[in-house]
Each structure stands twice: as structure tokens, then as C-alpha cells.
């Protein structure tokens, strides 16, 4: 499982489920439109990430928005991140571009959040650069 072991910060829901699920919701909030759509990707996203119960899923999401809205940084969710794999820091991050270009564009703002969330979990910069294009390439095709 992706997860691996979950310590709880909740009685419900794990630390990293609430890191991932809250940065992703992040990446949503960034250009100050949270669609309908960005919401349906942070549950597929979630979904592979193995969450297999919607009801489940449902009520992370609405425990981490209103998490995000609370919160003032991203470092205690990019420290959860970080302890992972790389190549899952990879798929994270993936997951967080889909998000961004699902309205087909990057502000400055999303593109300076996804460039610091991958410095704080350590991913290379060419791993990045590879990661919007390959997005980017699947959205505009």
C-alpha cells in the first residue's frame, strides 16, 4: 500500500493522508478557484494513492479543506511527503501538476508553489521540468 504506516494526528485519518490530501487542495486553492473538477481530481488522485472508499475520501477532503484554509504553511505537510519514496514524491507531484493545468493554465502563483513544494520534499529539478511537460503534453493533446 502507498501509505505504508500512518500514525494518526486524527482519530479518523492519517498524518500523511492529511499532508497529501491538504497540499493537493492546495494546489486547487492557489489561482483562487477551487472547481468542481479540481475536487473530482483530488479524489481520483487520492483514489490511486490507494483510498478505495469514497465515503472515506469524501470526508478527508472536507477535513483537509478546512484544514488548508486554517493553515498558514506548507512544511509540516511537506515533511510527511518527504519521508517517502522518491519515486512517490514523484507521483505526488504529478498529481499536484494535473491539478494545476486542469484549467489548461499556470499563474505564477501555482508555478511558484509546485517549484517550493518540490525543493522542500527534494525532487530534481529535471525531474520537475520532465514532470510539467509530460502533463502538459497530456492535456493539450
Known amino acids: 500500500m502507498f501509505w505504508g504506516n500512518k500514525k494518526k494526528e ?3 485519518f492519517s498524518n500523511i493522508e492529511i499532508a497529501v490530501c491538504t497540499l493537493l487542495i492546495h494546489a486547487a486553492r492557489t489561482d483562487d478557484s477551487y472547481s468542481l473538477k479540481e475536487k473530482e481530481l483530488i479524489k481520483t488522485s487520492l483514489n490511486k494513492l490507494g483510498i478505495e ?3 472515506y475520501i469524501n470526508r478527508l477532503i472536507k477535513y483537509c479543506e478546512i484544514k488548508e484554509t486554517d493553515s498558514v504553511e506548507i512544511y509540516n505537510f511537506t515533511k ?3 519521508k517517502f519514496k522518491y519515486e512517490y514524491r514523484l507521483e505526488i507531484v504529478e498529481m499536484m501538476l494535473k491539478i494545476i493545468y486542469s484549467d489548461k493554465k499556470l499563474c505564477y502563483l501555482e508555478d ?3 517549484r517550493k513544494i518540490a ?6 529539478n529535471k525531474d520537475l521540468g520532465n514532470l510539467k511537460r509530460s502533463v502538459k503534453n ?3 493533446s
Open 10 to 12: 486524527n482519530i479518523e
Open 53 to 55: 472508499n469514497l465515503d
Open 80 to 82: 510527511e511527503i518527504k
Open 112 to 114: 511558484r508553489l509546485i
Open 119 to 124: 525543493g522542500l520534499i527534494y525532487i530534481e
Open 138 to 140: 497530456d492535456i493539450y
